[in-house]
């Protein structure tokens, strides 16, 4: 090996080490949060209040009898639907209470009636963690650096890899008997680069979800005008969009209470429409594509709900690198301390007869 090369080795050695030791517990509070958002439709479903319907309600949700209902429940207004994709008739309802924090409500849009409320407050926090480290949009630019120093720190290990010149046949193998020391390296390389494609993914998508405007065009991001006109009644929304798309699941709908119009997203990859708040006409169809696929490969849902669970498992990676990481840096300097430490003298074993007094 050339001396150029061995330096450029070294310094990528150093980049790959310091990167993961300070910023790996970041990488971890991201990658554990990321793996509990990936299960939030099974999460939700198990905290959610029981169907009470004794029939099985066929046809799509209706919310007819919605606004009776939550005008008894609350007085604060709704802002955010969740449907779920499947039969399921429980529809989640979001809003803010007077705290400013955010409460849940669960309808059944098969009996028309308010199932009652569900405690996400946890998963709330959990998910402004993942996406906003807790401070809004300042918190959300850190994440997205966050992300390209993962992605940073990834594909330096990838390179510190590829410089041994490994063959393949031997990437899973330990030696015999393999030391703390020996165990934490070959762990540590083998989940980290059969974990590499998910990681280059994550931060790759996660950096343009921090950063969504830097990176989309004037000319897709149309200004529409705040309409403050009053709110029609749910139902008819959802219905003009089932027509418009009729082979589609409706999956969230939205609209702010300051005005403007109301989104309605689908199941489907790029399917999203912009409703006029006053009469419910069109007023733009679709996203860009490639926004919506990068959202769909952040959050797992390009296999249903087994790449979910994949994600869910490989999130937990970035907190075993950190800490077999740590552990591969840390042993060897707790050797060398050891080593250097005095030896204490041991006791003499020389054996002194004891006398005793004459009987």
Same mark, same amino acid.
Do not use: C, Y
């Given at each position: 090996m050339s001396p150029a090369a061995r330096r450029f080795r070294v310094w990528n050695s150093l980049t790959h080490t310091w *990167?993961? @030791?300070i910023f790996g517990i970041v990488f971890a509070v991201l990658g554990a949060t990321g793996a509990l958002?990936?299960?939030?439709p099974e999460? %939700?479903? =198990? *905290?959610f209040p029981p169907v009470r319907s004794q029939v099985v309600c066929l046809g799509e949700p209706s919310l007819l009898n919605l606004e009776t209902e939550l005008a008894a429940a609350t007085s604060q207004p709704v802002d955010r639907l969740y449907f779920p994709n499947s039969t399921d008739p429980r529809v989640h309802l979001r809003f803010k209470d007077g705290e400013n924090q955010y409460q849940h409500l669960v309808y059944d849009s098969c009996s028309g009636k308010l199932l009652g409320a569900a405690n996400l407050s946890w998963l709330d926090w959990t998910i402004d963690l993942h996406h906003n480290f *807790?401070? =809004?949009?300042?918190?959300?630019?850190?994440?997205?650096?966050?992300?390209?120093?993962?992605?940073? $720190? +990834?594909?330096a290990g990838l390179i510190l890899w590829l410089l041994t010149k490994p063959?393949?046949?031997?990437?899973?193998? @330990?030696?015999?008997? #393999?030391?703390?020391?020996?165990? $934490?390296y070959y762990t540590h390389r083998a989940?980290?680069? +059969? =974990?590499? =494609?998910?990681? *280059?993914? %994550?931060?790759?998508?996660?950096?343009f979800l921090a950063f969504p405007i830097q990176f989309e065009t004037?000319?897709?991001? #149309?200004?529409?005008?705040?309409?403050?006109?009053?709110?029609? #009644?749910?139902?008819?929304y959802l219905n003009e969009a089932r027509k418009l798309r009729p082979a589609s699941r409706i999956r969230e709908v939205r609209w702010s209470a300051a005005g403007g119009p109301v989104s309605i997203k689908f199941? +489907?990859?790029?399917a999203q429409l912009s409703l006029n708040r006053a009469d419910a006409t069109l007023l733009s169809s679709g996203r860009q594509p490639f926004q919506s696929t990068i959202a769909w490969l952040h959050y797992g849902e390009w296999g249903a709900a087994a790449s979910r669970y994949l994600a869910a498992l490989l999130g937990l990676t970035p907190a075993f690198l950190f800490v077999s990481g740590f552990l591969i840096w840390w042993l060897p300097k707790l050797a060398a301390r050891r080593r250097k430490s005095p030896v204490p003298e041991k006791p003499s074993q020389d054996f002194e007869p004891r006398s005793y007094p004459a009987i």
């Open positions: *990167l993961g @030791l958002i990936s299960l939030q999460i %939700e479903s =198990a *905290l *807790l401070a =809004a949009k300042t918190g959300r630019k850190v994440v997205g650096v966050a992300g390209a120093i993962l992605l940073l $720190n +990834a594909l063959q393949i046949r031997h990437l899973w193998s @330990l030696p015999p008997r #393999p030391g703390a020391k020996a165990w $934490n989940v980290g680069l +059969a =974990a590499m =494609a998910f990681l *280059l993914l %994550e931060a790759g998508t996660g950096i004037a000319a897709a991001r #149309p200004k529409m005008k705040r309409d403050k006109s009053q709110l029609l #009644p749910l139902d008819k199941w +489907a990859r790029d």
